[in-house]
């Protein structure tokens, strides 16, 4: 592992379901029993609650907790051409046939409908590369693709906005909505345990976002059709491809 041994620490502990004691922790991470507890210290203390439990048996992270805090302080109006280029696409995703209303686009962002209008271009063009359109009728914007297609935006978009490990699995979460993570990591894990075959963290969250992906596009009744799968070849170069 890479990185700051704090953002090290969350990151194991994020796959971890028992307590790890420290110098367990420590040996992971190539540093001291000493240099774990300070971390853990400065991590509670990063927040406002208790993220990390501590007991005799070792440490272990509250992931409900952490992910509470982790979105206090990212669910925030976007501000950069990126971060909106991100919100708007994700918008257009789950938007229904009504479409996007750029003037109520404006007031959401605290833009101009300038502002708002060239940020769809850029959409435009980004989509333009997965063969997805985006269309306008007036002042209201959608997207027209097939499923494939819109999947892959978003595991691209999932995987560009957690580049930090540490914030994957929130964004992982974010798409699961009321499926606790650690459930279906837990479905996932057993069954694959099932047939012998073992995966680790790194391969785990590329799982866990492919089904987030799934469940969230089923439940907006956003399915796979026999002629989407004629494609599949291709899916899976471009998926091998942003992996």
């Known amino acids: 592992m890479k990185g700051k041994t704090g953002d090290r620490l969350i990151q194991y502990l994020l796959h971890q379901n028992d307590y790890k004691r ?12 000493r240099t774990i507890r300070k971390q853990v210290a400065q991590i509670n203390e990063r927040y406002s609650r208790q993220v990390i439990f ?3 048996k070792g440490y272990k992270l509250d992931i409900p907790a952490y992910q509470k805090e982790v979105s206090a302080t990212t669910n925030q109006a976007p501000e ?9 696409i994700n918008r257009l995703m789950i938007m229904k046939s009504a479409g996007l209303d750029i003037y ?7 833009l101009s ?10 959409v435009r063009q980004f989509l333009q590369d997965f063969q ?6 007036g002042d209201k914007y959608s997207i027209a693709g097939d499923e494939v297609r819109k999947r892959e935006v978003m595991r691209y978009l999932a995987i560009e906005e957690s580049k930090n490990p540490i914030n994957q699995r929130h964004s992982i979460q974010v798409i699961l909505g009321d499926i606790a993570i650690q459930d279906l990591q837990g479905i996932i894990t057993n ?9 680790n963290g790194y391969e785990m969250d590329n799982v866990l976002l492919h089904f987030a992906i799934t469940i969230q596009r089923i439940r907006e009744n956003n399915s796979i059709t026999k002629n989407n799968m004629k494609k599949k070849g291709y899916e899976y170069a471009r998926i091998r491809h942003y992996n």
Not at 22 to 33: N, R, Y
Not at 104 to 110: C, H, V, W
Not at 113 to 122: H, I, L, Y
Not at 132 to 137: A, D, F, G, K, V
Request: proline content about 0%; hydrophobic content about 45%.
């Open 22 to 33: 420290a110098a367990v922790l420590a040996s992971k991470l190539d540093v001291t029993d």
């Open 54 to 56: 501590s007991s005799a």
């Open 80 to 88: 950069t051409k990126r971060e909106r280029l991100h919100f708007l």
């Open 104 to 110: 109520e686009l404006s007031d959401e962002l605290f």
């Open 113 to 122: 409908e300038t502002t708002v209008r060239a940020d769809m271009q850029n």
């Open 132 to 137: 997805i359109t985006l269309q306008s009728r």
């Open 191 to 199: 069954t694959l345990a099932g047939h012998n075959f073992f995966i």
